[in-house]
Structures are given as structure tokens and as C-alpha cells.
């Protein structure tokens, strides 16, 4: 027996080992090649990619094309996995990948039939964008072939990774219209129901166009607000949700800003621009950077270099030598809801003010894995595709789905050699709209969109469901020349970050389709004005400034609130009274409790006041709530403290509501008996970047995530900065002075956990540590030849 038990205890010692030596080789045989000849068909020439310190690859070949195809080969080989997932999310394809969790989002998503508007957009490019779509694709599918097993992923989901084709490249864009873009249905259909439940005069006070905060671009401030404060509030005010969370409002989600310097303001005589784009934060990271060199017809030598999107062959945003551009979201409006009429005797026909009309179907299927394959109907309008929300239906009108949504316009910002040029791209380019920020060697800074903008000016009224027998008064996109610029400010300088960008007539051209505040755009504004001859370094520190500007007046507030009356009797209001007047150090560093505190309160307010009508529109919509119908809404919420009129609070008090909201957040951050001191916000504002197989495989999280460190920062303010959401990208550069440039990113380069690159750099980046803009000396290369 004795012999029996160790024979066989050795036996699964020694098959636990191979298995996880199997595991090891397996894992290992999906790395990147990094060295080494290897070659590449349909390559014109040799191609050479070099690797520094940070594997930052500089990719230099003959013509472009060669170049898309190697760049393609890196992508396949580092983050072949991520670009699959894109272009699944975007065609509603996820359930045929990772089973019947997904199918949901695949109903959503399919409902737009992207794949096939993929096809139709790639038949109407041109032969030289086809020629560089197919050339990334051939060197995608090379890369992956030449891995010596498939991307791990892959293989713990025991599946096989698909070819990529041309068409996936334009999915990859659409799917960032989902991220930028997907919340406009159901803001429509939040303020929607508002003005169904709300007079006229409320209305125009729970939904303002602007913000007292506002810092347009042509204009020091917005005129002041004429709305008055009714006397009576709507019915449904003041109803607090069953169940209050003040975390409830934990999404730091707005993004991204960008600023600029012209020559005249510089230490140097040149132009500055900085872009931090604001995304959901995971590993493997979104962008991947990249040095793209290669000889042009007139001689000279093209270097792009910025952040590439793993799954198309192009950089976002980065620097052409000439021209730099930097990108932050448009929050226009780019989406209607038109209600329709539906005929009860025939579900293909449906009325709009146009008349009846039959919807188109498509038949589509849902691949799902493991399981039999699902059918789907989707209806199409002439007005969009057709959804039923609740006991109405309504069609999707949205610039997504006209053509020249996506294109390869956005490759042409590669050559232009000024601001004109740069802007004539931007407003042909196929992107979500997106604020562009350029800046070009000659020392000239200016701002326009880039991405579709509808072809109507947008009213107030046009960001309401449209009611059945009424129409949008917009068909097809604007033209290029009819887009709005704001070139060469007198004062030197330009910003953007998510709010009102303009205040004249401009504005209509985009519309409101959820703007910030405008808090964040101030302070960047006026930390820009205190700049004077300033450098790159200075220009970067801007983003990293983490001062509670807006939320001093909601922790004054509190303080207020919390006078003898209120803390007689009660310790641990006295103690969050303490805190909030000690542990406050104006900004959101990782040690404050009062910075928590403010903001804990601040949200726990919204709560108190907002949570029963959130409950509500949750019904009609999951997702919808009052802070995507009016993000403004702090604004909203100061005027009635303020005013504190008994029309709108029906047998409750404001005062009561706001010791209420205090309570609230001394419940949730004592839970179990845990001292309110303790409650820093780095403690809250803690770091969860992972890899999405992190929650899937426990034992091998440690391995799939970054440190979870704590971090400064939050929502209005530069630092915007949450767990999983944050700064994507901080670069800061002056084109033609790039080798002074600073570009840094969360994660790394690679999307393997055995790479060496797969976390280097994100230290720096937590840090806030400025990191080179262009490649540092080599560490490794790989030379790509022709067969």
C-alpha cells in the first residue's frame, strides 16, 4: 500500500507538472516574434522593425503599403485577440466566440447590421484604401499564422481564431462608435420622458443647453441663463430610490481633453499640443504606439508617429513632423429617435409623417458557442432600423449608418503639411465625431470636427424622441465646407474637454448630446493662461493637475449642513464634519477622506433627489437615468439647494434631505465597524486594469493585471481618473520638435502576460512620469522580407 500511495501521489505530481509545463510552451509559443529574418509575401521590399526599451516598434519600409502590412504582422502578433473582440462587438458576433452571455449585445449590435455596411463602405473606397486595407489584412493573417500557436486566448477558450478580412478593419471604427456614441439612444429616451412628465417650464430648467461653467472656444462664457426656477416642481421629484447608494455615480466616464499653444506662447517659438483621451482602461491596452518611417514621391522621408489602433493600419492621433492633432469626444447631436406608427395588421409596415411605408428584413444569425445558432429579425425603415421600446417603436436615425460613416480619409492627415490641410482631412474623415485640436510647424493652432456631422442645425427639439407623425429635418451628412472652425485665437491658446465648445449660431451645426459641465474646460483653460513661454514638460503637467476646484463649493456646502444642531447627539456626523474640515487638501489625492467625503455626498444628494426617477427610466431603458439626459445636472441640483422651494419637495424637507444624503455615506463607508478615517479616496479610487480573462480565471488574475494602485485624480478636473477608466494616452508634442515630445500609456505594448512589454511603461504612466515621445534606442529587430 505504501508503495502503491507513492507511485501514485508521484504520478499526479508528475502529470501536474507536465500539464503545466504544457501550458508554459503553450503560452510561450504565442509570444511575438521579436528578432530574426521572417518572410512576409507581398512585401515590396525588406522591411525593418525595430524595438525599444518599451517595445515601441519603428517600422521602416519602402512605400506605405509595405508599411501597412508589417504594422498589420505587429498587431496580429501582439494584440490579435483585442482586434477580434472589436470587430465582433462592432457586428453583434461576441455569443459565436464566448456563448450565450453575449447575446444580448449581439441582438443590440446586430440590430445595425454593420458587417454588411462594412462590405458596401469598403466596394465605394478608392483602389488605393482598398490596396491598404487588403495589404493590412495579409499581414494580420501572416502574423497570426506565424505564431507558433494560437493566441492564448484562443486556447483556453478552445477555439480557433478566424482570418481577418478588409471589411474588419471598418468594423474596428464602428465599434468605437458604439463606445463614444452608444449611450445617445437611451439619453433621447430619458429626456424624452421627462418632457412627457414634466411642464414646459420644468423642462427648460432640468434640461439647460449650457452651463454657467462653459468656457466656449468663441466666446469667454456663455450668456448668462434666463430659465427661471418654477415654483412647482413634477410629480416625480424628490423620490428617492428603494435602495440608495451614494457610489451609485462611480463612473469617472467622460473623456478626454486636449490643448494647445501657438508659437507665440511657447519657449521655443513653435507650436505645443497636448491630447489625453479618455477611455475604459484594460489590458491588453487600446492603443498600441508605433514609428512609422517610408520615402514619399517628392523624396523626402514620412514619420508618423503616434498611437495606432490594433485592427486598422493607421495612427489616431500623433505627429506627422509638420502637423500634430489630438482628438477628444464630440458630444453633438449625432442620433434621433423617430416614433412610428405600427401597422396591427401587418408587422412590416409602419407610418412616419413621410407616410406608411414597408420595412425591409434581414434575417440574421446569431452564432453562439456551444449552443445551436439563433435567427434574428431586423427591421429597416427608410429612417434607420426599427426597435421596440416598451409599447412603442421607434426608428434609429444615425450618422453612423449613412455612408462615408467610416472611411480611410483619417490616412490622409499622414501628408498634410499645415493646419488647412490637416483641417481638410478632419472634415472628410470617416471617425465618431471627434473635437480635433492641431498644431503645425509654422507655429498656428486651430479646432474643427472630425467625423460625420448630420446635415440639419440641431435645436433643443431635436434631441427629444421625435413623436409619431413628425420628422427629423435632416437627410445625409454636412458637407465639408460647412463645418465650424475656431482658428488662430488672439490669446494663443485652445482647449477642449468634453463641453459647450461654442456659443454662437456655430454650435446648432453639433447640438448638445450630453456636454460636461464645462469645470474640467475651465481649469485647463485658465491653467493654460498662466503659462508663459511655456515647454513641452509644462504643457504636460496641465494634465496631471488633480485640484477639486468644482467640488469645493458642495464640501462648503456640507460644512454648512453640518452645524451644532446637526451633530448634537450624533458622533459620526461630528466625525465627517472633522474630516471633511481637516482631511481636505483641495485636491483628489490618494490620501484625503475629505475629498471622498465631498464627493460621497455630493452623489448621495443626486440619490436622495434623482433616485426614484432613475428607478423609473431604468424601466423604460437599462442604462437610462438623469445624468445621461442632463450631465449638468450639479448645476440643476446647486440652484434648488440654494433656493430650496417647497413646490418641489412634497413632505420633505431640504434639510432633512441633505443630513439624509450625510448619513448615507457614513452608512456605506462604516459598514462592518470600519473607522470613516480610513475611507481615503485612494482607497476608493484603486486601480482595475485587467485583462478580461482576469474574472474568468482567478488563480490567474495576478498574472493578467496591473498593480492595483491607488490613484489621484477623478471626474472635473484634468486628472480625470477612475478603477477601469482614466487617460489612455498623455502625449504632449511640437511638431518638428518631436524628440522633445512626451508620450505615455496605461498598460503596454503587448497583450501577453509572458512578454516583457505587456505592463512596461504603465509604472511611469500612474506615476505621471513624462516618457519620450518618439522610440528609444533599440532593443531588438526584426527584418520582414519579400518572398
Given at each position: 500500500?505504501?508503495?502503491?500511495?507513492?507511485?501514485t501521489?508521484?504520478m499526479?505530481l508528475?502529470?501536474?507538472?507536465?500539464?503545466?509545463l504544457?501550458?508554459?510552451?503553450?503560452l510561450?509559443g504565442?509570444?511575438?516574434k521579436?528578432?530574426g529574418e521572417?518572410?512576409?509575401g507581398?512585401l515590396?521590399?525588406a522591411v525593418?522593425?525595430t524595438?525599444?526599451?518599451?517595445?515601441?516598434?519603428?517600422?521602416?519600409?519602402?512605400?506605405?503599403?509595405?508599411?501597412a502590412q508589417?504594422?498589420g504582422?505587429?498587431h496580429?502578433?501582439?494584440?490579435f485577440?483585442?482586434?477580434?473582440?472589436?470587430r465582433?462587438?462592432?457586428?453583434?458576433?461576441?455569443?459565436?466566440?464566448v456563448?450565450?452571455a453575449a447575446?444580448?449585445?449581439d441582438r443590440?449590435?446586430?440590430?445595425?447590421?454593420?458587417?454588411a455596411r462594412?462590405?458596401q463602405a469598403?466596394?465605394?473606397?478608392?483602389e488605393a484604401?482598398?490596396s491598404l486595407?487588403?495589404?493590412y489584412?495579409?499581414?494580420?493573417?501572416?502574423?497570426?499564422?506565424?505564431?507558433r500557436?494560437?493566441?492564448?486566448?484562443y486556447?483556453?477558450l478552445?477555439?480557433q481564431?478566424?482570418p481577418?478580412q478588409p471589411?474588419?478593419?471598418?468594423?474596428?471604427v464602428w465599434?468605437?462608435?458604439?463606445?463614444?456614441?452608444?449611450?445617445l439612444p437611451?439619453?433621447?429616451?430619458?429626456?424624452g420622458?421627462?418632457?412627457?412628465?414634466?411642464?414646459?417650464e420644468q423642462?427648460a430648467?432640468l434640461l439647460?443647453e449650457g452651463?454657467?461653467?462653459?468656457v466656449?472656444?468663441?466666446?469667454?462664457?456663455?450668456?448668462?441663463a434666463?430659465?427661471p426656477?418654477?415654483?412647482?416642481?413634477?410629480?416625480?421629484?424628490?423620490?428617492?430610490?428603494a435602495?440608495?447608494?451614494?457610489g451609485n455615480a462611480?463612473r469617472?466616464s467622460?473623456?478626454?481633453?486636449?490643448?494647445?499653444?501657438?508659437g507665440t506662447r511657447s519657449q521655443?517659438?513653435g507650436?505645443?499640443?497636448?491630447?489625453?483621451m479618455?477611455l475604459g482602461?484594460?489590458?491588453?491596452?487600446?492603443w498600441?504606439?508605433?514609428d512609422?518611417?517610408?520615402?514619399q514621391?517628392?523624396g523626402s522621408?514620412a514619420?508618423?508617429?503616434g498611437?495606432t489602433?490594433?485592427?486598422?493600419?493607421?495612427v489616431?492621433?500623433g505627429?506627422?513632423?509638420?502637423?500634430a492633432?489630438?482628438?477628444t469626444n464630440s458630444?453633438?447631436?449625432?442620433?434621433?429617435?423617430?416614433?412610428?406608427?405600427?401597422?396591427?395588421?401587418?408587422?412590416?409596415?409602419?407610418?412616419?409623417a413621410a407616410g406608411?411605408?414597408?420595412a425591409?428584413?434581414?434575417?440574421?444569425?446569431?452564432?453562439?458557442?456551444?449552443?445551436?445558432?439563433?435567427?434574428?429579425l431586423?427591421?429597416?425603415?427608410?429612417?434607420?432600423?426599427?426597435?421596440?421600446i416598451?409599447?412603442?417603436?421607434y426608428?434609429?436615425r444615425w450618422?453612423?449608418h449613412?455612408a462615408?460613416?467610416?472611411?480611410?480619409?483619417?490616412?490622409?492627415?499622414?501628408?498634410?503639411g499645415?493646419?488647412?490641410?490637416?483641417q481638410?482631412v478632419?472634415?472628410r474623415a470617416?471617425?465618431p465625431a471627434?473635437?480635433m485640436?492641431?498644431?503645425?510647424a509654422s507655429?498656428?493652432?486651430g479646432?474643427?470636427?472630425?467625423?460625420?456631422?448630420?446635415a440639419?442645425?440641431?435645436?433643443?427639439a431635436?434631441?427629444f424622441?421625435?413623436?409619431?407623425?413628425s420628422?427629423?429635418?435632416w437627410q445625409?451628412?454636412?458637407?465639408?465646407d460647412?463645418?465650424?472652425?475656431w482658428n488662430?485665437?488672439?490669446?494663443?491658446?485652445l482647449?477642449?474637454?468634453?463641453?459647450r465648445?461654442?456659443a454662437?449660431?456655430?454650435?446648432?451645426?453639433?447640438g448638445d448630446g450630453g456636454?460636461?459641465?464645462?469645470a474640467?474646460?475651465?481649469?485647463?483653460?485658465d491653467a493654460?493662461?498662466?503659462?508663459?513661454r511655456a515647454?513641452e514638460?509644462a504643457?504636460?503637467?496641465i494634465g496631471l493637475?488633480?485640484?477639486?476646484?468644482?467640488?469645493q463649493g458642495w464640501?462648503?456646502r456640507?460644512l454648512?449642513?453640518?452645524?451644532?444642531?446637526?451633530?448634537?447627539?450624533?458622533?459620526?456626523r461630528?466625525?465627517?464634519?472633522r474630516?471633511?474640515r481637516d482631511?481636505?487638501?483641495g485636491?483628489a489625492s490618494?490620501?484625503?477622506?475629505g475629498y471622498?467625503l465631498?464627493?460621497?455626498?455630493?452623489?448621495?444628494?443626486?440619490?436622495?433627489?434623482?433616485?426614484?426617477l432613475?428607478?423609473?427610466?431604468?424601466?423604460?431603458?437599462a442604462?437610462a437615468?438623469?445624468?445621461?439626459?442632463?450631465?449638468r445636472?450639479p448645476?440643476?441640483?446647486?440652484q434648488?439647494?440654494d433656493?430650496?422651494?417647497s413646490?418641489?419637495l412634497?413632505?420633505r424637507?431640504w434639510?432633512?434631505?441633505?443630513?439624509?444624503?450625510i448619513d448615507s455615506?457614513i452608512?456605506?463607508?462604516?459598514q462592518g465597524g470600519?473607522?470613516?478615517?480610513a475611507?481615503?479616496?485612494?482607497e476608493?479610487?484603486?486601480?482595475?486594469?485587467a485583462?478580461?480573462f482576469a474574472k474568468?480565471?482567478p488563480p490567474l488574475a495576478?498574472?493578467?493585471s496591473?498593480?492595483?494602485?491607488?490613484m489621484?485624480?477623478?471626474?472635473?478636473?484634468p486628472?480625470?481618473?477612475?478603477?477601469s477608466?482614466?487617460?489612455?494616452?498623455?502625449m504632449?508634442v511640437?511638431?518638428?520638435?518631436?524628440?522633445q515630445?512626451?508620450l505615455?500609456?496605461p498598460?503596454?505594448?503587448?497583450?501577453?502576460?509572458l512578454?516583457p512589454?505587456f505592463?512596461a511603461?504603465?509604472?511611469?504612466?500612474?506615476?505621471g512620469?513624462p516618457?519620450?515621445?518618439?522610440?528609444g534606442p533599440s532593443?531588438?529587430?526584426?527584418t520582414?522580407?519579400p518572398?
Amino acid at each position: 500500500m505504501a508503495v502503491w500511495l507513492k507511485w501514485t501521489v508521484g504520478m499526479v505530481l508528475g502529470l501536474s507538472l507536465l500539464a503545466a509545463l504544457a501550458l508554459w510552451l503553450f503560452l510561450r509559443g504565442s509570444l511575438a516574434k521579436l528578432d530574426g529574418e521572417h518572410a512576409l509575401g507581398g512585401l515590396q521590399a525588406a522591411v525593418s522593425v525595430t524595438r525599444d526599451a518599451l517595445g515601441v516598434p519603428t517600422v521602416r519600409g519602402a512605400n506605405r503599403l509595405d508599411i501597412a502590412q508589417a504594422t498589420g504582422y505587429l498587431h496580429a502578433q501582439e494584440r490579435f485577440f483585442q482586434m477580434d473582440l472589436l470587430r465582433r462587438v462592432a457586428a453583434g458576433e461576441l455569443a459565436g466566440l464566448v456563448g450565450a452571455a453575449a447575446l444580448d449585445t449581439d441582438r443590440a449590435h446586430r440590430l445595425h447590421r454593420f458587417r454588411a455596411r462594412a462590405e458596401q463602405a469598403l466596394a465605394s473606397l478608392s483602389e488605393a484604401d482598398r490596396s491598404l486595407l487588403q495589404r493590412y489584412s495579409a499581414g494580420v493573417n501572416q502574423g497570426l499564422h506565424d505564431l507558433r500557436s494560437r493566441p492564448f486566448e484562443y486556447g483556453l477558450l478552445a477555439s480557433q481564431p478566424k482570418p481577418w478580412q478588409p471589411a474588419d478593419s471598418l468594423l474596428v471604427v464602428w465599434a468605437m462608435y458604439f463606445d463614444l456614441q452608444g449611450n445617445l439612444p437611451k439619453r433621447e429616451l430619458a429626456r424624452g420622458w421627462l418632457q412627457a412628465h414634466s411642464t414646459p417650464e420644468q423642462l427648460a430648467f432640468l434640461l439647460p443647453e449650457g452651463s454657467a461653467l462653459d468656457v466656449p472656444l468663441d466666446a469667454e462664457a456663455l450668456p448668462p441663463a434666463t430659465v427661471p426656477l418654477p415654483m412647482q416642481g413634477p410629480d416625480w421629484f424628490g423620490q428617492p430610490a428603494a435602495a440608495i447608494r451614494p457610489g451609485n455615480a462611480a463612473r469617472s466616464s467622460v473623456g478626454s481633453n486636449n490643448w494647445a499653444l501657438d508659437g507665440t506662447r511657447s519657449q521655443h517659438g513653435g507650436a505645443i499640443l497636448a491630447n489625453d483621451m479618455h477611455l475604459g482602461l484594460r489590458l491588453p491596452h487600446i492603443w498600441y504606439r508605433a514609428d512609422l518611417i517610408y520615402p514619399q514621391a517628392d523624396g523626402s522621408t514620412a514619420r508618423i508617429t503616434g498611437v495606432t489602433l490594433p485592427g486598422a493600419p493607421l495612427v489616431v492621433v500623433g505627429s506627422n513632423g509638420r502637423v500634430a492633432w489630438g482628438f477628444t469626444n464630440s458630444y453633438g447631436d449625432y442620433l434621433d429617435l423617430i416614433e412610428l406608427e405600427a401597422d396591427p395588421t401587418n408587422p412590416r409596415r409602419f407610418r412616419s409623417a413621410a407616410g406608411w411605408e414597408l420595412a425591409r428584413e434581414y434575417r440574421e444569425t446569431l452564432s453562439v458557442k456551444g449552443e445551436a445558432a439563433q435567427s434574428f429579425l431586423v427591421r429597416e425603415s427608410s429612417h434607420g432600423p426599427i426597435r421596440q421600446i416598451g409599447e412603442r417603436w421607434y426608428a434609429l436615425r444615425w450618422v453612423a449608418h449613412d455612408a462615408g460613416a467610416v472611411n480611410l480619409e483619417l490616412a490622409r492627415l499622414e501628408q498634410a503639411g499645415d493646419l488647412a490641410a490637416a483641417q481638410a482631412v478632419a472634415n472628410r474623415a470617416g471617425i465618431p465625431a471627434q473635437n480635433m485640436l492641431a498644431a503645425d510647424a509654422s507655429g498656428q493652432i486651430g479646432w474643427t470636427i472630425a467625423g460625420p456631422l448630420p446635415a440639419r442645425d440641431a435645436s433643443l427639439a431635436s434631441s427629444f424622441p421625435y413623436r409619431a407623425g413628425s420628422l427629423p429635418a435632416w437627410q445625409g451628412l454636412r458637407a465639408p465646407d460647412d463645418y465650424p472652425r475656431w482658428n488662430q485665437p488672439a490669446d494663443g491658446q485652445l482647449s477642449t474637454a468634453n463641453s459647450r465648445q461654442l456659443a454662437g449660431t456655430e454650435y446648432r451645426k453639433l447640438g448638445d448630446g450630453g456636454a460636461d459641465p464645462g469645470a474640467r474646460a475651465r481649469q485647463i483653460r485658465d491653467a493654460l493662461r498662466g503659462l508663459t513661454r511655456a515647454d513641452e514638460r509644462a504643457v504636460h503637467a496641465i494634465g496631471l493637475d488633480s485640484r477639486a476646484l468644482f467640488l469645493q463649493g458642495w464640501r462648503a456646502r456640507a460644512l454648512r449642513t453640518l452645524d451644532e444642531a446637526a451633530v448634537q447627539g450624533r458622533p459620526l456626523r461630528a466625525e465627517f464634519r472633522r474630516l471633511l474640515r481637516d482631511s481636505w487638501q483641495g485636491e483628489a489625492s490618494v490620501d484625503s477622506v475629505g475629498y471622498r467625503l465631498a464627493r460621497g455626498y455630493l452623489y448621495a444628494l443626486y440619490a436622495q433627489v434623482f433616485g426614484g426617477l432613475d428607478a423609473q427610466l431604468n424601466q423604460l431603458e437599462a442604462g437610462a437615468d438623469y445624468d445621461l439626459a442632463n450631465p449638468r445636472w450639479p448645476l440643476v441640483l446647486a440652484q434648488l439647494l440654494d433656493a430650496r422651494p417647497s413646490g418641489w419637495l412634497r413632505g420633505r424637507d431640504w434639510r432633512a434631505l441633505e443630513l439624509a444624503a450625510i448619513d448615507s455615506v457614513i452608512a456605506e463607508l462604516t459598514q462592518g465597524g470600519r473607522p470613516l478615517a480610513a475611507a481615503t479616496w485612494g482607497e476608493r479610487n484603486t486601480a482595475r486594469i485587467a485583462h478580461p480573462f482576469a474574472k474568468l480565471l482567478p488563480p490567474l488574475a495576478r498574472w493578467l493585471s496591473a498593480p492595483a494602485d491607488a490613484m489621484p485624480g477623478d471626474e472635473h478636473m484634468p486628472r480625470v481618473s477612475g478603477p477601469s477608466f482614466g487617460q489612455s494616452q498623455r502625449m504632449v508634442v511640437s511638431p518638428g520638435r518631436e524628440a522633445q515630445g512626451i508620450l505615455s500609456m496605461p498598460g503596454g505594448q503587448s497583450g501577453h502576460p509572458l512578454s516583457p512589454y505587456f505592463l512596461a511603461g504603465h509604472a511611469a504612466w500612474v506615476r505621471g512620469e513624462p516618457t519620450p515621445f518618439l522610440p528609444g534606442p533599440s532593443r531588438h529587430t526584426l527584418t520582414l522580407l519579400p518572398n
